[in-house]
């Protein structure tokens, strides 16, 4: 065999040992200035994965930040955003890829920061172990149990707690033992199965790949021994069939396949599968991978299947085992971590995305939040950046899923916000609520068309939004005698009314103002079922919440009315008396003082009630009523 054919071979046996080789994800985390940068950096040092040249701008970037004597600052080798080196703070999460004699990696370097936690979510959701860094001479901090919690909640069993910076507390047995100690106690109400403490120093190099001579009184694992060896999660594939279809495949009228990753179980062809929601079944005609064709496929392959008849399946459908399928609920109890600056709260709408299919829930109670400290249970009304929470939650029409500790992949979601489209939480669905396998809705013999043709009117919600002594009111009553003159069937909402009734125990926080528009648009939902056409005269300040109401609706029957008019001039008219006592300090909340109005930004209509006449403007609502 001459030198061309041995080097063929010998890269052909490396690519064969590469390819059986298991790949292990672990998450570091802990707190600001831990060390997770520099422990990656570390490691990718030690397993002699740079390049000469890196190494050699490490140490002249090293030189640059102050790094005393010939040590390199690893972490400058992770913390590649601009950001990051003016703050000295990871924000973004930073993957990492190498391989040992043994395993494959993918670690992922999580932000520190509070304000970042919410990165963090991302790098924890799909990793293996935790490394959770803590630095010897602080201890456990708030943001060591924050990412601890995080790191339990989105089901990771192992963690190592690697207790840095070993070498500026001069190797301390008795400091090791004490950090170990506080955080067990911490971690005993935690669902890890196997928490293995490792005294380090990353910048020495301690106990990464080889053991230190300066910890002789430890003797556990090194920090790469463990992760070498410790077990990845195992791939659902003894589950039963899942896979939420993606894309609906068809090329040309001849053929039409599904296409999805496969989430649990296996699949082989001529079994009988279902689909869900809609309950069709179906057998597996082929399944195909790119241009082959296989006799069966398991969790983690990405597929495409044909069935043996024609079903209507859709993107966000799940394919399952017919003899074993998927819950469907519209209801569930959710651990939930909330992402964005916008508070949360109960009764405000979202996109939901559960593996692939996109719905509208609506949070509909905040049971508690978890103090991070003492993981006790608190009350809130509202959700803020980094909250932890367990929440109920509803969406619009029942969705198939699995419970998040069975099967992440069809338990874990998102929030999405209607408005931004900026993803506002992170969720794990705990169950389904049994109210939801006891409440269901009840076909009725007259439905609305009946009772509009008996009305002789189409049904519409009027929904009037503006300032407190804009005019919604006096538009409203001079609306309704216009229409109601004219034989048309009205009902008006008026937000002092129902508070005296229906909202008696609403108060104006935004919490209670948010509860008061949905039980409004649930109202007017209803009346116009009932082929009535209604009135609605609410500030409804915010937009998250009118946006809600519309989407009750069908295109047509939603008309939203801006009564434009500046709070200079509605301060002036004053007719309650409410601007007076909001400036002195008497009406917290009031809108327009001290809580904001979200004016429209496309309004179906617009009247300024400064510049118009009452009639004028009930005469270009009219021309616009199409009933």
């Known amino acids: 065999m001459d030198s061309q054919q041995t080097s063929i071979a010998r890269a052909n046996q490396y690519l064969t040992e590469q390819t059986k080789l298991s790949t292990l994800r672990f998450i570091t985390c802990g707190s600001v200035d831990d060390g997770k940068s520099t422990l990656i950096g570390r490691i990718l040092y030690e397993a002699q994965i ?28 992770l913390d590649g955003l601009e950001a ?9 999460v930073a993957y990492r890829y190498f391989t040992t004699k043994r395993r494959k990696f993918i670690v992922a370097d999580t932000p520190g920061h509070e304000q970042y936690t919410r990165n963090m979510v991302t790098g924890a959701s799909t990793a293996d172990v935790a490394v959770i860094l803590v630095d010897a001479r602080k201890g456990i901090l708030e943001q060591t149990r924050r990412h601890s919690i995080i790191c339990s909640t989105l089901g990771i069993k192992r963690i190592v707690l690697a207790i840095n910076k070993m070498d500026l507390v001069d190797y301390d047995h008795d400091i090791f033992d004490h950090i170990e100690d506080d955080y067990r106690t911490f971690a005993d109400q935690l ?56 894309w609906v495949n068809r090329p040309n009228l001849d053929f039409r396949g599904f296409a999805g990753t496969i989430a649990a179980g296996h699949i082989d062809v001529g079994q009988n599968v279902r689909i869900l929601p809609s309950g069709e079944t179906a057998n597996i005609k082929e399944i195909l991978l790119f241009k082959d064709s296989l006799a069966s496929a398991e969790a983690d392959q990405a597929v495409t299947l044909t069935l043996d008849r024609e079903v209507d399946i859709s ?18 109890e959710i651990e939930l971590m909330w992402m964005d600056h916008e508070p949360g709260y109960s009764g405000r709408s979202y996109f939901l995305k559960l593996g692939t299919s996109l719905v509208s829930a609506q949070i509909t109670d905040i049971k508690h939040k978890i103090n991070i400290n003492t993981y006790e249970k608190l009350s809130a009304n509202k959700l803020e950046l980094n909250d932890l929470s367990v929440v109920t939650l509803r969406t619009d029409h029942p969705i198939p899923f ?22 506002v939480a992170a969720g794990m669905i705990k169950f389904a609520l049994r109210r939801a396998r006891n409440v269901h809705m009840h076909k009725l013999e007259i439905d609305k068309p009946s009772r509009q043709r008996l009305n002789g009117h189409k049904s519409k919600v009027i929904w009037f939004t503006g300032l407190s002594g804009s ?3 006096t538009i409203a009553n001079a609306l309704e005698v216009e229409l109601h003159s004219r034989g048309i069937r009205t009902y008006i909402l008026d937000g002092d009314n129902i ?29 116009v079922d009932a082929g009535i056409v209604v009135i609605t005269a ?48 008497e009406l917290p909340n009031f809108t327009g003082i001290d809580s904001p109005y979200e004016a429209p930004e496309n309004p179906e209509m617009r009247v300024y009630t400064d510049t118009q006449d009452l009639d004028v403007i009930v005469k270009s609502l009219m021309a616009q009523m199409d009933l």
Not at 406 to 418: F, T
Not at 544 to 556: S, T, V
Not at 565 to 585: F, H, I, Q, V, W
Request: proline share 5%; aromatic share 8%; net charge negative.
């Open 50 to 77: 740079l390049f000469e040249n890196q190494i050699e701008t490490l140490k002249k970037e090293s030189m640059k930040s102050g790094t005393q004597g010939n040590e390199i600052d690893f972490a400058l080798l």
């Open 84 to 92: 990051e080196r003016e703050q000295g703070i990871t924000i973004d």
């Open 191 to 246: 669902n890890f199965e196997s928490i293995t403490p490792i005294p380090i120093s990353a910048l020495k190099g301690c106990n990464i790949l080889q053991p230190a001579t300066q910890t002789e009184w430890y003797k556990g694992p090194t920090l790469m021994g463990f992760l070498e060896a410790v077990e990845t999660r195992q791939l659902l594939t003894d589950d039963p069939f899942r896979m939420p279809v993606q």
């Open 315 to 332: 993107r966000g459908d799940l394919i399952v085992a017919a003899d074993a399928p998927a819950e469907i609920s519209d209801q569930f």
């Open 402 to 423: 699995e419970k998040y500790e069975d099967c992440a992949g069809l338990g874990g979601l998102i929030l999405i916000d209607r408005i931004s489209n900026q993803t």
């Open 471 to 473: 005019g919604k009111s």
């Open 499 to 527: 508070r005296h009734g229906l909202n008696n125990d609403l108060g104006f926080t935004d919490a209670d103002r948010v509860e008061n528009i949905r039980r409004i648009s649930e109202v007017a939902k209803l009346m």
């Open 538 to 585: 609410f500030i409804s300040p915010f937009k998250a919440e009118r946006n809600m109401a519309r989407a009750l609706f069908e295109d047509d029957e939603f008309v939203e009315v801006f009564v434009d008019t500046p709070l200079a001039l509605a301060e002036s008219r004053d007719p309650k008396g409410l601007y007076k006592k909001a400036r002195k300090g």
